[in-house]
């Protein structure tokens, strides 16, 4: 299948280099296919954009790709020129339907949900997508940011980071969004505040996918599968979590080193990419569940 996304996108070159099928569109946007409009919170614009858009590329349909940033709040690590050429605000979307929305992480787990600068337009958007959007897929705090938004689900505040390659167990393995996922798969985690499983498990409205013996909850999903909650980063690369460590070591910042991820737990060794087999099956049965 074809993944279509903004002209000129930095994407399309490394995604080409991968052999992707992966077009562009400027003024005409594709009439054939699923439309994908991903709200990307994340500091690292460009890697995240190219780390969705690679899963997506599994999907057994042809889709097209808009990205959407918030106006409450300018990323201060993307030039503003990135943004006007590639993003577009809610108001530009607003009239329109889809049938996905990916609401990415956020580096503001350490704020209460209602400190967050654009939490107000955040809950609009939750609001708006029950009428315009099929299904969404959420992520780390996008994940947490949505439980809370639509089921009051807190978030806990962790002692240290959640960092390393962990192992999961599926709850329930009878689950289409689960289909052809190994038990102990392993997949990235990079946060620092958790939702309990058992929040998951007592919520009617919620089905437990998986969880990490050492790590905790990972996935859930409303039982109309609508909505995926991912704690998780899947669809990370295999240098994402170094990139992350050497930044903070660099900063002062106290960091662990991420755990079973460098071989021997040496730094100095480029980290395996033991879990990208496992991301392309989670994100392709995503998006290509009906709903």
């Known amino acids: 299948m074809t993944v279509f996304v903004?002209?000129?996108?930095?994407?399309?070159?490394?995604?080409?280099?991968?052999?992707?099928?992966?077009?562009?569109?400027s003024d005409g946007i594709p009439e054939n296919g699923k439309k994908i409009l991903i709200l990307n919170l994340m500091p690292t614009k460009q890697a995240t954009e190219t780390?969705?858009?690679?899963?997506?590329?599994?999907?057994?349909?042809?889709?097209?790709?808009?990205?959407?940033?918030?106006?409450t709040y300018t990323s201060r690590n993307t030039a503003s020129e990135y943004l006007d050429r590639f993003y577009r605000a809610f108001d530009f979307y607003k009239?329109?339907?889809?049938?996905?929305?990916?609401?990415?992480?956020?580096?503001?787990?350490?704020?209460e949900f209602g400190q967050v600068l654009y939490w107000n337009e955040l809950c609009g958007i939750f609001e708006w997508a029950e009428s315009h959007v099929k299904k969404l897929y959420t992520v780390c705090w996008g994940a947490q940011a949505a439980l809370n938004y639509y089921f009051g689900i807190q978030k806990h505040p962790l002692p240290q980071k959640m960092f390393g390659i962990f192992t999961h167990n599926i709850v329930q393995p009878e689950n289409p969004l689960c289909k052809?996922?190994?038990?102990?798969?392993?997949?990235?985690?990079?946060?620092?505040?958790?939702?309990?499983?058992?929040?998951?498990?007592?919520?009617?409205?919620?089905?437990?996918?998986?969880?990490?013996?050492?790590?905790?909850f990972l996935w859930a999903a409303t039982k109309d599968k609508r909505i995926t909650f991912m704690t998780g980063h899947p669809e990370y690369d295999a240098e994402t979590l170094s990139l992350e460590y050497f930044r903070d070591l660099e900063k002062g910042d106290k960091i662990n080193c991420p755990k079973h991820y460098f071989p021997d737990d040496n730094p100095a060794c480029p980290p395996p990419l033991t879990w990208r087999e496992t991301a392309k099956t989670i994100y392709s049965n995503w998006v290509?569940?009906?709903i």
């Open 6 to 25: 903004p002209d000129g996108l930095p994407a399309v070159a490394k995604l080409k280099e991968e052999n992707a099928d992966i077009r562009v569109y």
């Open 51 to 71: 780390q969705l858009i690679r899963m997506l590329l599994t999907a057994k349909n042809d889709l097209t790709v808009f990205l959407m940033n918030t106006v």
């Open 95 to 111: 009239n329109d339907f889809f049938d996905g929305l990916i609401v990415t992480g956020a580096p503001v787990e350490h704020l």
């Open 180 to 216: 052809g996922v190994e038990n102990g798969f392993p997949a990235p985690h990079s946060r620092h505040s958790d939702v309990y499983a058992d929040d998951i498990a007592n919520c009617k409205d919620l089905d437990l996918i998986s969880v990490s013996p050492e790590a905790g």
């Open 288 to 290: 290509d569940l009906e």
